[in-house]
């Protein structure tokens, strides 16, 4: 009896300390969700954003939960789910991540969280926070947006500008060209900052990130050790792949929101040194949109994206010719087949004009509708003409 006691005291006060925990813990739930349909008007041709010549009403609808435990002290724990229609609504976490206040400016954050890339980084996924059916595709372009890591926020008043510091440090893993050679690859070692800074109807944002690549992309890899069989250096086969090599990110944009003028532009550069993707990878967008009254908003947008062809790596390469090994460039010359092989990958050219409306129909919920026209200079298979509506709700 007495062991039972001795046992049964601790539990007894994890117990109280269980229920003492649950009486300060204050937990808030909010949500949101995106239903929209598309279809690509243009036949024989690929898929954009996931829309093929049918209507798909899944591919970019979501729904997602987001749960805020305020453990008090200035602790708190914050995670999201996130159920995506091109997913199979399967639903996964896209931030867990616990947070401490150092000070009243100052935050401390660990756990998944959301790479400062763009202006509507943290609001990626909610269709209602920004005026279209989806960000721009041309600057919105990589296919990662969470890392795991740690994050320090620093607010600052600097005259009448208020002024966000974030400092990012961590890794990712994820599975990158998922449509053309879905490859699971890393990104070490990533560290950035992220300013953003506001005044009254003006704010902008400039971010740097910079990381380790490695994605063995297989077709490459194969690639490389031809190249290396008919006598290419190490040097210049290192050129072809992403091991180790430092990825850099530079962006930066603005929004003015001023009367019924809304005006929103972005634009970045990135690139992954010594690798196949060593060529600048531009891109930026300009949004005009003009409230006709509290509810209705027209707006029309210009994107463009451009990589320039490489010429320095298939000219590291010696100048011979692939004899008959069953590959696909049996006969051609290995300088002329690497160049294949690079801008195949890489060199990429295009414009997207869209325009459309925002429909705020309720304090929650906004419907949209957005037509996009995408002209391809590299490749009219590329070309697209896009119609797509949806509902954007928050809760």
Do not use: C
Request: no cysteine; glycine share 8%; net charge negative.
């Amino acid at each position: 009896m007495k062991k039972v006691l001795k046992l049964g005291l601790p539990l007894g006060v994890a117990a109280l300390s269980m229920a003492s925990f649950s009486t300060y813990a204050d937990i808030r739930f909010n949500g949101f969700a995106s239903f929209v349909v598309g279809q690509n008007l243009e036949d024989d041709v690929a898929d954009y954003v996931g829309y093929g010549d049918d209507l798909s009403f899944r591919n970019e609808s979501l729904f997602a939960l987001q749960a805020i435990a305020d453990l008090g002290d200035g602790l708190s724990a914050t995670a999201q789910i996130v159920s995506r229609g091109s997913d199979d609504f399967d639903t996964k976490f896209a931030w867990a991540y616990l947070s401490y206040e150092l000070s009243d400016y100052t935050t401390f954050r660990a756990g998944r969280l959301r790479l400062p890339f763009y202006l509507y980084s943290d609001f990626l996924d909610v269709g209602y926070a920004y005026p279209w059916v989806r960000p721009s595709t041309a600057m919105y372009n990589l296919p990662f947006s969470n890392y795991d890591g740690v994050s320090l926020l620093h607010n600052k008043l600097i005259g009448e500008w208020d002024v966000t510091f974030n400092f990012i440090a961590g890794e990712l893993e994820d599975t990158f060209f998922k449509d053309t050679s879905p490859t699971r690859g890393s990104l070490n070692n990533m560290f950035g900052l992220s300013t953003s800074f506001s005044r009254e109807w003006f704010s902008g944002y400039f971010t740097y990130i910079s990381g380790e690549v490695d994605i063995p992309v297989a077709e490459v890899q194969a690639f490389a050790n031809l190249a290396t069989a008919l006598g290419a250096s190490q040097s210049a086969t290192d050129e072809l792949l992403m091991n180790g090599d430092t990825g850099t990110f530079i962006g930066a944009g603005f929004n003015i929101d001023y009367d019924k003028v809304s005006i929103i532009g972005e634009y970045s550069v990135n690139n992954t040194d010594d690798s196949f993707r060593q060529e600048d990878i531009k891109a930026g967008y300009l949004s005009f949109g003009y409230r006709v009254n509290f509810s209705f908003m027209p707006y029309v947008s210009f994107e463009t994206y451009e990589v320039e062809a490489n010429t320095s790596i298939a000219a590291g390469m010696p100048n011979v010719v692939i004899p008959a090994l069953g590959t696909q460039f049996d006969g051609f010359p290995l300088q002329a087949a690497t160049s294949a092989i690079v801008n195949g990958i890489q060199q990429d050219e295009y414009t997207v004009t869209s325009f459309g409306f925002r429909y705020d129909f309720h304090p929650a919920a906004a419907f949209k509708v957005q037509y996009s026209s995408v002209d391809n200079d590299i490749n009219d298979f590329y070309d697209a003409e896009l119609i797509s509506a949806g509902v954007d709700i928050v809760f």
